[in-house]
């Protein structure tokens, strides 16, 4: 006797890709020019940025978490590496000049980023400080000491070398998409194929058990945080270098994109539910959103309700799956 096909279940666990496909066959209806090759590549350049900060938000959500933070320290770290190519640094106890070179520029904000995300997680696991009220302090923090630093002004005339990491190209494919892509393997690769990966969604699906099991569950939320704080620095290593500058205001808005893309993926905001593979998925529904919506001309004021709709249908369809 033939097994009949669960249809619930399916649509369950391919919602997303479903949905993307849906709003592609739209949008190449409705939009003219939505489908080509030029189209394609603005998107995949859009969500590039997107992709970093996302993959490290799934890794927070993963464990219970959440980071609001990580458009503030893409503008600082992104911030800190056009500071120091640009003017490099002064002590002035010793009268001294140091330059720096790109790698070295690069090194430093991504390590910027890092001890940001590793504040984040102390005053969550150190001083129990709730995830949400911690990175949205850092937020705070994080966007007030870039303004400090830039005078509030572009920091701009970053040199080819740094400009060609964001905006050149490598077999003809944009070099940001390359840096976006490298993320999405290692990722993937961290959580299906090591310990720690076993150890996130351990923590994030029960954190007592996960306690009595012997994990030293604040190492494993302290270093997921590190991961987000340093792959929100690669994203404003990326903006940074395709725009040729560093602004105050980069960044702004990106959490709530990378929430949403992680979301929307399937990623469960209870934590112990998900995967990076998801997540691509979300942020490519965002993308094509974004494309869609602008070919076709539509309100941007509009673009931010639609896109809030989304979310809120894909919260509701998490927990829906939740609850059964």
Request: aromatic content about 8%; proline content about 2%.
């Amino acid at each position: 006797m033939l097994k009949r096909p669960n249809y619930k279940t399916f649509l369950s666990q391919f919602h997303s890709l479903i949905a993307l496909l849906m709003m592609v066959l739209a949008f190449s209806i409705l939009a003219d020019g939505f489908l080509s090759r030029d189209n394609f590549w603005t998107v995949m350049r859009q969500i590039s940025v997107n992709l970093c900060l996302s993959v490290g938000m799934t890794l927070v959500i993963l464990t219970g978490g959440i980071d609001l933070s990580v458009g503030s320290i893409l503008a600082l770290s992104g911030a800190t590496m056009a500071g120091l190519l640009k003017h490099g640094s002064e002590i002035e106890a010793l009268n001294l000049y140091v330059g720096y070179g790109v790698p070295a520029a690069i090194a430093i904000g991504i390590l910027v980023g890092a001890s940001l995300g590793l504040f984040n997680g102390i005053m969550i696991t150190r001083f129990r400080v709730p995830p949400f009220i911690a990175t949205l302090a850092m937020l705070t923090i994080a966007r007030g000491l870039t303004r400090l630093y830039t005078g509030g002004q572009a920091i701009t005339g970053l040199g080819d070398t740094f400009v060609r990491i964001g905006s050149g190209r490598l077999l003809g494919i944009p070099n940001q998409f390359w840096i976006a892509a490298g993320i999405v393997v290692a990722a993937v690769v961290l959580l299906r194929k090591t310990r720690f990966g076993r150890y996130v969604y351990a923590v994030g699906g029960n954190e007592e058990a996960a306690k009595l099991s012997g994990l030293n569950v604040h190492r494993i939320k302290r270093t997921v945080y590190i991961l987000s704080g340093a792959l929100s620095a690669v994203g404003g290593l990326i903006v940074t270098s395709r725009l040729n500058s560093a602004t105050p205001i980069a960044g702004e808005g990106l959490e709530l994109d990378s929430i949403a893309a992680v979301v929307i993926g399937g990623t469960s905001l209870s934590g112990g539910r998900g995967s990076v593979f998801g997540t691509v998925l979300g942020a490519l529904i965002i993308g094509v959103l974004n494309s869609g919506l602008v070919i076709m001309g539509v309100d941007p004021f509009w673009h931010q309700v639609i896109k809030g709709l989304v979310i809120l249908l894909a919260v509701i369809i998490d927990r829906l799956h939740s609850t059964e």
